[in-house]
Structures are given as structure tokens and as C-alpha cells.
């Protein structure tokens, strides 16, 4: 396998990760500076940790799903080039996607 595909791959999560704990740093710098209200900083400390759990949900359920997927296709007998493989993955991350929405939902 030719690995040299994944340097720009690497490079651009790379400098996305960047750009967001740069703008996380200045928003966070800013309200200090502004001297915001505790209760605001507080808010908005616990609205960003919620949406990280929820990421984190959202992904983990998507990843499963298609490891399951994988798994599937390999007890299939399929073959990478099979568009029933294509079709299993994307439904796979579909319903990844509909069952994070639905856990969601309950939780509101």
C-alpha cells in the first residue's frame, strides 16, 4: 500500500485541529477580557462540553456501524468493487446517522 496518500490527509486534519483551538483560545481569551458574567462563562462552558458528548456519541455510533458493515461485507464474500459494498457502507453510516438523531431527540 502506498502510504504517501496519507501525508496531505494527516496535513489537513492537522491544521483544521489548529484553526479550532486558535478560534476556541480567542473566544475564550475575549470573555475574560470583556469581563463576562461567571454564569455566562459557566453556560457556555457546559453548552461546549454537551456538544462534544454528542459528537462523541454521534461518531461512535457511526463508527460502529460501519465496522458492522465491514464485517458484513467480509461474510458476504464481497468484494470491493461489489456496489453492494458501497451500498451497505453508506446505509451503514445512514443509519448511524438516524440513530444518533433519535437518541438525540429522546434526550430533549
Given at each position: 500500500?502506498?502510504?504517501?496518500?496519507?501525508?496531505?490527509?494527516?496535513?489537513?486534519?492537522?491544521?483544521?485541529a489548529?484553526?479550532?483551538?486558535?478560534?476556541?483560545?480567542?473566544?475564550?481569551?475575549?470573555?475574560?477580557?470583556?469581563?463576562?458574567?461567571?454564569?455566562?462563562?459557566?453556560?457556555?462552558?457546559?453548552?461546549d462540553?454537551?456538544?462534544?458528548?454528542?459528537?462523541?456519541?454521534?461518531?461512535?455510533?457511526?463508527?460502529?456501524?460501519?465496522?458492522?458493515?465491514?464485517?458484513?461485507?467480509?461474510?458476504?464474500n464481497?468484494?470491493?468493487?461489489?456496489?453492494?459494498?458501497?451500498?451497505?457502507?453508506?446505509?451503514?453510516?445512514?443509519?448511524?446517522?438516524?440513530?444518533?438523531?433519535?437518541?438525540?431527540?429522546?434526550?430533549?
Amino acid at each position: 500500500m502506498d502510504f504517501s496518500i496519507l501525508i496531505p490527509i494527516v496535513l489537513f486534519i492537522c491544521v483544521v485541529a489548529a484553526i479550532k483551538i486558535i478560534a476556541e483560545t480567542g473566544l475564550r481569551r475575549r470573555l475574560s477580557e470583556t469581563h463576562a458574567s461567571e454564569d455566562l462563562i459557566k453556560a457556555m462552558l457546559l453548552a461546549d462540553a454537551q456538544i462534544r458528548r454528542m459528537s462523541a456519541l454521534k461518531w461512535g455510533l457511526v463508527l460502529t456501524l460501519i465496522g458492522a458493515a465491514f464485517g458484513l461485507i467480509d461474510g458476504l464474500n464481497l468484494t470491493p468493487n461489489d456496489p453492494a459494498s458501497w451500498g451497505i457502507l453508506f446505509a451503514s453510516a445512514g443509519f448511524g446517522m438516524i440513530g444518533f438523531h433519535l437518541i438525540e431527540s429522546r434526550k430533549a
